[in-house]
């Protein structure tokens, strides 16, 4: 119970502890490892205890937000740099003598071809294998992902603008999206960020 009372040096004889030191004279005093002083505060203290938790929960709820918001900006970076290639899309892939919706099609098959090279399938596929969850493919994607998808974005509107035909896009794509995965997935700097959040 919390009430008992033994002295710290008595604790320490009587219990062999480690983490926890004591000592007397003008520079002394009972010294402990934090998560040591933090459980004796907690068993001594409910206010303390109380504190703790709501805390953590704050911190847990700081990240949440944090990663959250990194998240977001990311897929808004992804969905910008998509004009850049819809644009060479409408530039060198849509004939003007199309109607809208022949030209949606395009589109459509352009955005998939992305979807494959990073995904390994389409936005339908997907769709179709993940019925229960909210929004596409790009919705559910990590940040990595994102990160590569946007620079992917970019790579295909210069190769569409040099009349690189879909089949040697898809494999150049592809061959970029494994690259880049390895690269963010290992990279420290990356993991630091996470970790940072």
Request: proline fraction near 2%.
């Amino acid at each position: 119970m919390n009430s008992f009372v033994l002295t710290p040096k008595k604790w320490i004889e009587s219990t062999k502890a480690i983490g926890i030191i004591s000592s007397s004279g003008r520079y002394g005093g009972t010294f402990a490892h934090k998560d040591i002083a933090f459980e004796f505060a907690s068993w001594i203290s409910v206010e303390f205890k109380l504190y703790m938790i709501k805390e953590f929960q704050r911190l847990k709820e700081a990240e949440s937000n944090q990663q959250s918001l990194q998240w977001s900006v990311q897929r808004a970076i992804s969905k910008i740099n998509y004009r850049i290639h819809t644009d060479a899309i409408k530039e060198n892939l849509v004939p003007s003598s199309l109607t809208k919706e022949q030209a949606k099609i395009i589109y459509a098959s352009e955005a998939d071809l992305l979807n494959v090279a990073l995904f390994g399938m389409t936005a339908q596929e997907w769709k179709n294998q993940n019925p229960h969850l909210d929004g596409n493919i790009r919705d559910q994607a990590t940040l990595e992902q994102l990160v590569v998808l946007s620079n992917m974005e970019s790579i295909n509107a210069l190769l569409i603008q040099q009349n690189v035909s879909s089949e040697d896009r898809i494999l150049q794509l592809n061959q970029v999206a494994i690259s880049q995965m390895k690269s963010l997935l290992s990279a420290k700097g990356v993991k630091f960020l996470e970790n940072d959040k």
